[in-house]
């Protein structure tokens, strides 16, 4: 991982005033940062050898509910504390507020001895940990999209999330014009994330009014989770600070495209020098090891989707003809199918196209890297690319069409119970069907508009 913010940098500028303010949270079940915000003289004293949260907090759900059900906390058990440890690797500055850095922290048990197994930042080492023993690293990209509104967080809560108004008012796909008027936005966005050691590509507009796309540069997997989390959170604070709103749901609209957050895959020597996934001499430029990882993620295809799509809402996403995908199949650069090779020579690399935005990147990059590593264990022979518009494809792989769906598929998966152990599958099955339970008891508003009078 590289430290873009050493600690004796931020001795530093707290000595010299220009830090007060350090951030230490964890990354939850739903990919949000959680934690405190230390006095920076108490940090650098003693706050960065630890601190303590409540367990609940993976254990709860959208709405902090104390959720029924799970093995690792509940009410009987008293709901204790868990010791959070920075990782002072990713400390960083957040230039969009003053005087404030941030600092990510690993959880472990109440005597800070274990790693808190279903915590998202330690399913993801564990299987980083499997791919090391392997001789290989991964290098990870996750693109995120979401949408820009003119009103506030709190005028949207007020107006009971309806009239809601995109920053624009026609389909923005790679418009330089438009994205012109958002520039408040997306210019303080790049430029905090790039001050905050992120490296930014570009942003971009994408397929809707209001929607919006932000790339950063591939990374460890690790690294690039730690960006991902951190840069949902900057989208959310910077629109805040100028008035507006930004949602990360999959789909908010039935008439908008979805939001999506596509996984660029590749995998590396241990020293992040060769790729591994390339072979000059082999068709498409594909390595045995490619082709191998991905057999893997179409094989468990259906037992992964969870992870790239966790809520009710997330399925909404996968509709034909919006380049959201349908079918589990890979392809030659063709965005109609859900895993699509790109890059050419050192750059190829794996686009799985599942995942929404609202995913919890450190799960979702864990279940792909595990499907891909039954691959490789079992020496998969990947089928052959599909070929045309993967939306009418007939007897090929779909992906699940229900959270329901995706949770029978995880909760059967023996391979994701070996890879992630079983307790954590299990946590997830749970926090899966409490979603679905929150869901089934709830009547929508088009339910009673479409029956109240004429049912
Ligand atoms: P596209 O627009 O075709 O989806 P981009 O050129 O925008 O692709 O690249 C998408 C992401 O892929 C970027 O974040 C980039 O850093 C990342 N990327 C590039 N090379 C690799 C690689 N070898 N492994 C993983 N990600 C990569």
């Not at 920076?40 to 004293?45: K, L, N, R, S, V």
């Not at 002072?88 to 001895?113: F, I, N, S, Y």
């Not at 993801?124 to 509104?149: D, H, I, N, P, V």
């Not at 007020?158 to 012109?180: C, M």
Request: hydrophobic fraction near 40%; charged fraction near 25%.
């Amino acid at each position: 991982m590289t430290q873009t913010y050493p600690f004796d940098a931020l001795k530093q500028d707290v000595a010299a005033g220009r830090i007060d303010t350090v951030i230490a949270c964890f990354v939850d079940m739903q990919g949000r940062l959680m934690g405190k915000r230390f006095h920076a003289e108490f940090f650098i004293d003693s706050g960065w050898q630890e601190t303590h949260s409540c367990n609940y907090l993976l254990a709860t759900d959208l709405e902090m509910e104390t959720v029924p059900g799970y093995q690792a906390t509940s009410w009987a058990a008293g709901y204790g504390d868990y010791t959070m440890k920075p990782d002072l690797g990713t400390l960083r500055k957040l230039p969009w507020l003053d005087g404030t850095a941030l600092v990510l922290c690993d959880v472990l048990d109440h005597h800070g001895e274990h790693e808190v197994a279903h915590s998202p930042r330690a399913v993801l080492k564990k299987q980083l940990k499997r791919l090391q023993a392997m001789g290989f690293s991964a290098q990870m990209a996750t693109e995120l999209e979401f949408y820009l509104f003119e009103q506030s967080f709190d005028t949207v809560r007020k107006n009971g999330w309806r009239n809601l108004a995109p920053v624009s008012g026609y389909n923005e796909d790679y418009h330089i014009f438009q994205t012109t008027k958002e520039e408040d936005v997306m210019r303080a966005l790049r430029n905090g994330l790039q001050g905050a050691g992120i490296p930014v590509e570009n942003s971009k507009g994408e397929a809707s009014p209001g929607q919006e796309e932000i790339n950063v540069r591939y990374a460890d997997a690790l690294s690039m989770a730690d960006r991902h989390a951190i840069i949902k959170n900057a989208c959310k604070e910077i629109a805040w600070q100028q008035g507006k709103s930004v949602t990360f749901l999959a789909k908010w609209h039935e008439k908008a495209a979805g939001s999506s957050s596509h996984i660029h895959q590749s995998l590396w020597s241990l020293d992040g020098q060769t790729p591994l996934f390339y072979d000059s001499n082999a068709e498409h430029g594909m390595s045995r090891l490619m082709r191998q990882y991905v057999a893997g993620q179409l094989a468990h295809a259906s037992e992964v989707t969870y992870f790239l799509a966790p809520y009710i809402n997330s399925y909404k996403r996968f509709v034909a003809n919006t380049f959201a995908p349908t079918k589990a199949v890979w392809s030659l650069d063709n965005r109609t199918a859900g895993y699509r090779l790109c890059g050419s020579g050192k750059a190829i690399r794996i686009e799985c196209r599942v995942g929404g935005s609202d995913l919890n990147p450190y799960l979702a990059m864990a279940a792909l890297i595990a499907a891909g590593i039954a691959g490789i264990n079992q020496q998969m022979e990947l089928e052959a690319p599909f070929v045309g518009d993967a939306y009418q494809g007939h007897n090929v792989r779909e992906i699940p069409k229900t959270l329901r769906a995706a949770t029978d598929a995880l909760n059967h998966s023996a391979m994701l119970r070996e890879a992630l152990g079983g307790d954590v599958v299990d946590h997830y099955v749970r926090a899966a069907k409490w979603e679905q339970e929150e869901y089934d008891r709830r009547i929508t508003d088009w339910e009673v508009a479409r029956g109240f009078e004429r049912a």
